[in-house]
């Protein structure tokens, strides 16, 4: 895996790097180790996050990833698709304050705390207005700090309840067996968001009935399954809305959806505006 990591900004609070990873013949199954706290913002691609054998977790531009002070992990792109992120790097004393104010931890490695979360709609809009501050000609300090914060404590109060609900979850054994499924089609979904899939497909692809994939998914998502390709979707089209000024219709149908009234109604319902609202905000 090749990785090209930018500097954005620097403060006394926090950096924020952008990176950007692409497939390479070479890649290393070596583990990784950070030296500070880090939480990665996919912003495009999908990755995988291995923290040890057999457990990993898939993210898109709907999660958070956090990376812990001298937690070995490894990364990988499922589909050789690649992956772009932003990476934000909190002062120590910071971090720590965000922390113990969001969920009563002082490191991001905690055992109440999922090492991963998924974003709420809210925060997924505030890391497209981050990016945007960003690459403003002159950046406004204040609004970047503020954003960040508020992206990292969503994102850590999140991942404090997905942590609580695990731990209703069943043994060990049942539990990695269940995760693994959950993870195989988040990795589907990702990968293929445009496709239409069904409960019946995505459960063969899992080897599982789809009763008990919907269940699971739930539980472990906190999402149903469709809500969350929903929410893939619209990832998607947030990016392709930034990045061209392409249609909304021809947007709408490269992500998946089937038609322009579906796409606008799903995405008023998740980020409370339509996609319209959403660009014209973006120029203003």
Known sequence: MSLVLRTLFQSELLSIRHGVARPAPDDSKELECETA????LPIA???AKHDGPKQHVIANANHAIFLGTGQPYRITLPGDIGDEALV????KEALMQILVDAAGVQQLYAPVLRPHSLLPPASVLSRELLWRHLHEPVIDTLAVQEISVSVLTASVQAACFERQQLDRARHT???RRRRQQVEAVKELISLYPQQEWTLDELARQVHASPFHLSRVFREEVGLPVHRYLIRTR???ALRAM???CHDLTQIAHACGFASHSHFTSSFRSVFGMTPSESRQRSMI
């Open 37 to 40: 706290d880090l939480v990665l």
């Open 45 to 47: 691609g999908v990755l």
């Open 88 to 91: 934000l790097d909190f002062s």
């Open 173 to 175: 054994q049942t539990q």
């Open 234 to 236: 619209l990832a998607a």
């Open 242 to 244: 930034r990045a061209s």
